[in-house]
């Protein structure tokens, strides 16, 4: 048993290098002067702390809960549907159905990005069939991108644990008089409340930290806290970035503490 210890040594070496030290580095630079191409000016300082209610901020920071709220809504409301169909779904190809939804997550995001970008402009493929948008910069088109790049991720959390459940508890429920819609609503939806908090998660972080396609389907005018954190290092403000990325970080710890709650054996997290 002690030898299989030393398997463990790679992680813990991987673990330092890309995740306890740049994160030291985020705090450091949070509270500090700290800069990683210049520490001749090194002072602890709390000044990047007043960033967090300076205007740019706040604004960033509302569009991101809209734009994650609003998406993460709509995913739930199509993704629980298609989870409930492909869980119970009685065909010798269910694994097949399943593997398609996984598809389109093996595309490079930033080439779907650039799909979406050029079917909302006025001059696209589209057009062979007499239509034409031009919805760059609007947030119905950012609010559509989000969910194509991020309904995968309400989906299989679902799907595990509806594929999972036991069904005796609802043929049980039948046999108690309960109709389909009660079943479902006092047996199935409770049972299935882990995976929908972890789809919510799971949903809500990366489209509260979307940067790119803000950008290129926002047209550059609607700013997320993943545009404000990019904007910020390429201005130079190391210290204001790594604020904001430690606020980031502090939502995505809580939620994620929120996913163990609800989901303690771990069966969600795909």
């Known amino acids: 048993m002690k030898s299989l210890r030393r398997l463990i040594y790679p992680y813990i070496v991987w673990l330092t290098v890309l995740i306890i030290i740049p994160f030291l580095f985020i705090v450091l630079a949070t509270i500090s002067t700290f800069h990683i191409f210049n520490s001749y000016t090194f002072r602890f300082t709390f000044d990047s702390l ?52 996984i598809v389109p997550i093996w595309s490079n995001m930033i080439v779907r990005i650039i799909a979406w970008e050029n079917v909302f402009k006025p001059v696209s493929i589209l057009n062979l069939f007499n239509l034409s948008f031009d919805m760059i910069g609007s947030d119905i088109a950012i609010i559509i991108a989000m969910v194509s790049m991020y309904l995968p991720f309400m989906i299989f959390p679902i799907y595990a644990v509806l594929d999972k459940m036991d069904h005796r508890y609802i043929e049980a429920s039948r046999d108690l008089g309960a109709n389909a819609f009660q079943s479902f609503y006092k047996v199935t939806l409770p049972l299935s409340l882990g995976g929908i908090v972890s789809g ?27 545009n404000l954190i990019e904007k910020e290092i390429f201005r130079g ?11 980031v970080m502090i939502v995505m710890l809580g939620l994620f503490m929120l996913i163990v709650r609800f989901d303690k054996e771990g069966e969600t997290l795909l």
């Open 50 to 101: 007043r960033f967090l209610t300076d205007p740019i901020f706040l604004n960033a920071f509302k569009n991101s809960i809209k734009f994650a709220g609003i998406t993460t809504l709509v995913c739930l409301t199509v993704g629980y549907p298609v989870a409930y169909f492909f869980a119970n779904i009685k065909s010798k190809n269910k694994t097949l159905y399943v593997a398609l939804l």
């Open 200 to 226: 919510i998660i799971m949903t809500l972080l990366p489209a509260m930290t979307a940067f790119a396609l803000p950008e290129r389907i926002g047209g550059g005018t609607t700013i997320l806290l993943g």
């Open 237 to 247: 403000s190391f210290s204001t970035a790594a604020t904001v990325s430690f606020v």
